[in-house]
């Protein structure tokens, strides 16, 4: 079934650990994002990718980092993880960037820095 | 700044109409987004907006006044599935999604 999946479902991590989150597209989409979503709070953009092998920094990106080595995958790498990651995780992809593509999400990776 | 206000949560009848609101302050503006939010579950896509004007599809219809600043979503003939929240995105100058908080619905019998 042509979606994104992401990986893990929910995580425990203590705090400092290095966490490796992933996400996998089928649908040959080019633009890749990661979002993170807190209680109160709209999505935020941590980091994005127009294509393989480029990224971008979107609005939270302090602490987290990613890499698109291939159009299907965009792993994002917490580090040194802190209690304040402690957030639910969502990957995205799109058609393109640049214009009005649907955005459709993977399921969501739910983390716990303690 | 860039901005999006939606009332955090609403509650309506089964059966009944019910009008989501969403405000956007945005640097630039290249359409509108709702997508419907399930607990515990991923965004999903609704409705596009870029032009003035109300944009009906089956139960769901959405609403965009661009020099108001404005958008609504209306659903009709409510079901107890559409409980979720309902998420208002504005795409500004840079084609990046700004969201708002997103408006939990309620559904009572």
């Known amino acids: 079934i042509a979606g994104i999946t992401q990986a893990p479902t929910s995580q425990i991590l203590a705090a400092g650990r290095r966490m490796t989150l992933r996400c996998t597209q089928d649908m040959r989409h080019n633009a890749m994002y990661w979002y993170r979503q807190d209680l109160g709070l709209g999505l935020r953009l941590i980091h994005y990718s127009n294509t393989a092998g480029t990224t971008g920094k979107g609005e939270v990106p302090d602490g987290y980092s990613v890499s698109r080595a291939n159009t299907d995958d965009f792993p994002l790498t917490l580090a040194s993880a802190v209690p304040s990651q402690t957030s639910v995780y969502f990957c995205?992809?799109?058609?393109?960037?640049?214009?009005?593509?649907?955005?459709?999400f993977g399921p969501g990776t739910r983390l716990t820095v303690l | 700044g860039q901005n999006i206000d939606q009332p955090t949560e609403m509650t309506a009848t089964e059966g009944a109409i019910v009008q989501i609101n969403c405000t956007y302050q945005?640097?630039?503006?290249?359409?509108l987004f709702w997508y419907q939010q399930h607990a515990g579950e991923a965004p999903t896509f609704l409705s596009y907006?870029?032009l003035d004007g109300l944009e009906e599809k089956g139960r769901f219809s959405s609403f965009l006044s661009r020099s108001k600043g404005y958008s609504y979503l209306l659903l009709k003939e409510l079901q107890m599935k559409d409980s979720a929240s309902y998420l208002c995105a504005a795409l500004d100058s840079n084609y990046q999604l700004i969201w708002g908080a997103g408006t939990k619905l309620i559904i009572k019998p």
């Open positions: 907006n870029v």
């Open positions: 995205a992809s799109s058609s393109s960037t640049g214009g009005t593509d649907t955005q459709y």
């Open positions: 945005t640097s630039g503006f290249n359409g």
